[in-house]
């Protein structure tokens, strides 16, 4: 289009009829030229300024998209975020769980031993059966494990600095 504009503007009369403008057209042709292709230069101005409106449109819907993908970005991010700090916390109890199902399953087999213990001994030993149960007792009480622990509460050897 903008070379269609600068043909248009190129028609300069000359001072002489006749003579051709510096644009190849002689100047009393120049004027009837620019009669016929002036209502065509302001309509292609007119659609010029139409293509710059709907350009600008286009780009401020572009930018709205963007802003609207930006901020779903940010949604899902966050919800995955969330997804994967639930996750872990699953995981961790799964963790605790299985830990302390090991130190019971521990404590009874170390109960279940001392039955054993005391079942061979009969009615011979009873005095030895009693002295393993009260060693594995004190063995459990040395290490500050309960034969049954609270529920949810933490098993097995303190950490240095736990009282």
């Given at each position: 289009?903008?070379?269609?504009?600068?043909?248009?503007?190129?028609?300069?009369?000359?001072?002489?009829?006749?003579?051709?403008?510096?644009?190849?057209?002689?100047?009393?042709?120049?004027?009837?030229?620019?009669?016929?292709?002036?209502?065509?230069?302001?309509?292609?101005?007119?659609?010029?300024?139409?293509?710059?409106?709907?350009?600008?449109?286009?780009?401020?819907?572009?930018?709205?998209?963007?802003?609207?993908?930006?901020?779903?970005?940010?949604?899902?991010?966050?919800?995955?975020?969330e997804e994967a700090e639930r996750v872990r916390a699953r995981a961790a109890e799964r963790v605790l769980r299985v830990a302390e199902g090991q130190a019971a399953a521990l404590l009874a087999g170390s109960e279940h031993e001392a039955v054993v213990v005391r079942d061979r001994a009969g009615s011979r030993m009873p005095a030895l059966a009693d002295r393993v149960v009260a060693q594995v007792l004190a063995d459990l009480a040395a290490e500050q494990v309960s034969p049954a622990p609270p529920q949810g509460a933490s098993r097995g050897r303190p950490r240095d600095g736990d009282p």
């Open positions: 289009m903008t070379g269609f504009r600068d043909f248009l503007t190129r028609f300069r009369p000359t001072a002489s009829p006749g003579r051709a403008a510096p644009g190849g057209v002689p100047a009393d042709r120049s004027a009837e030229l620019r009669a016929e292709l002036g209502p065509s230069l302001a309509l292609l101005e007119q659609a010029e300024a139409e293509a710059r409106a709907v350009r600008r449109r286009a780009d401020a819907a572009a930018a709205s998209r963007r802003r609207e993908a930006e901020r779903q970005a940010e949604e899902i991010v966050a919800e995955a975020r």
